[in-house]
């Protein structure tokens, strides 16, 4: 987070752990907007500038800009510009990075936060569900438990990425059956990886920006990915069978280092929030037709797309996942199931 001297002449700090002093005057938002705003965030995201989730992220950006009055700017870097995936939540946790774009997968590595619940296999009905979920009682005790574990991570709201989907190489999968030895690529988690364990397949974990490389090449037999990743990233061009096996339906979070967090004050705080929200309706309305044109510009690439009229033995086949997994955690997913 960077400060930058304001009209009302506060002192200007650069660096990551900024102490603000009682002298500066708070900024109204009736005031006039600064030529170069005060604060500016970091925001990193891995996917590429063109991907629904880095457009909602860019939407978010313009939102705090347009309620700070041009006072706060958040700068997004996309396409992995600041690093990977693990790296990014390192950099949250110490606040060498302001903001991120997160997914309930890999955050359920990170310590015992309740959002990784979000990331088991087949635990939402539909999108629906999903939403009735997360915007609801449920989604605001998970976000609060982000902070309250001891995560060093704030989340302000969730998004929808889409459901995760298997793309493959050289044949199509129609079953189960057809991933037993696939190796297919995992990033950096032990659920997703014991979950393409449990469908048969070899997970290999490696960074996103390896992935196109290791497909072409034929290094892993495939990945996987929801659909506007798999077109924005063109990783149908090397792997052109998609099936959509629907495995998890984890939602992304919208992230700010704690250490930032701290050091706005309430009504910075508040300005955040507020854009959030509004991203989060963005993303939700825009997530439907983002998907829809995908499946459709996949089709002209004449990529196969696999449709399953039956999930029951994937679904089947991830009983020991939760036994895994769900910890003390049952009640919380039973919950979540029972939501209508």
């Given at each position: 987070m960077k400060?930058?001297?304001?009209?009302?002449?506060?002192?200007?700090?650069?660096?990551?752990?900024?102490t603000l002093l009682s002298a500066c005057t708070p900024f109204s938002l009736e005031q006039e907007s600064t030529a170069e705003p005060e604060i500016i965030l970091r925001y990193a995201e891995v996917n590429p500038s063109d991907h629904i989730i880095t457009m909602t992220g860019k939407y978010f950006a313009d939102q705090v800009k347009e309620l700070s009055n041009g006072r706060i700017e958040i700068e997004v870097y996309d396409a992995g510009k600041l690093g990977n995936d693990a790296q990014y939540y390192e950099q949250l946790q110490i606040g060498a990075l302001d903001m991120y774009r997160g997914n309930a997968i890999a955050l359920e590595s990170i310590g015992d936060m309740?959002?990784?619940?979000?990331?088991?296999?087949?635990?939402?009905?539909?999108?629906?569900?999903?939403?009735?979920?997360?915007?609801?009682?449920?989604?605001?005790?998970?976000?609060?438990?982000?902070?309250?574990?001891?995560?060093?991570m704030v989340g302000?709201?969730?998004?929808?990425?889409?459901?995760?989907?298997?793309?493959?190489?050289?044949?199509?999968?129609?079953?189960?059956?057809?991933?037993?030895?696939?190796?297919?690529?995992?990033?950096?988690d032990d659920l997703l990886c014991d979950v393409l364990r449990a469908t048969g397949a070899e997970p290999v974990v490696m960074d996103y920006a390896d992935v196109y490389s290791a497909l072409q090449s034929g290094a892993v037999d495939g990945a996987e990915n929801p659909v506007c990743s798999y077109y924005s990233n063109k990783f149908y061009k090397v792997a052109p069978y998609y099936t959509m096996d629907a495995h998890t339906h984890s939602p992304s979070v919208i992230l700010i280092s704690e250490l930032t967090w701290k050091h706005l004050s309430e009504e910075d705080r508040q300005i955040l929030r507020t854009a959030a929200d509004r991203a989060k309706n963005y993303n939700k309305a825009a997530i439907e037709s983002a998907e829809a044109e995908a499946y459709q510009k996949l089709s002209k690439e004449k990529v196969t797309i696999i449709k399953l009229d039956d999930r029951t033995e994937w679904q089947e086949a991830m009983e020991g996942i939760y036994k895994s997994y769900a910890g003390s955690h049952y009640e919380l997913i039973e919950k979540i199931k029972n939501v209508k």
């Open positions: 400060y930058r001297k304001s009209k009302v002449g506060c002192a200007v700090l650069m660096g990551v752990t900024i309740e959002v990784g619940v979000m990331a088991m296999p087949y635990l939402f009905r539909n999108t629906e569900h999903f939403w009735k979920v997360c915007d609801g009682e449920i989604g605001d005790e998970i976000l609060a438990n982000m902070q309250e574990s001891g995560s060093h302000l709201c969730f998004l929808d990425e889409g459901a995760r989907n298997i793309m493959t190489v050289k044949r199509p999968v129609k079953s189960i059956k057809d991933l037993q030895g696939l190796k297919i690529r995992s990033m950096q």
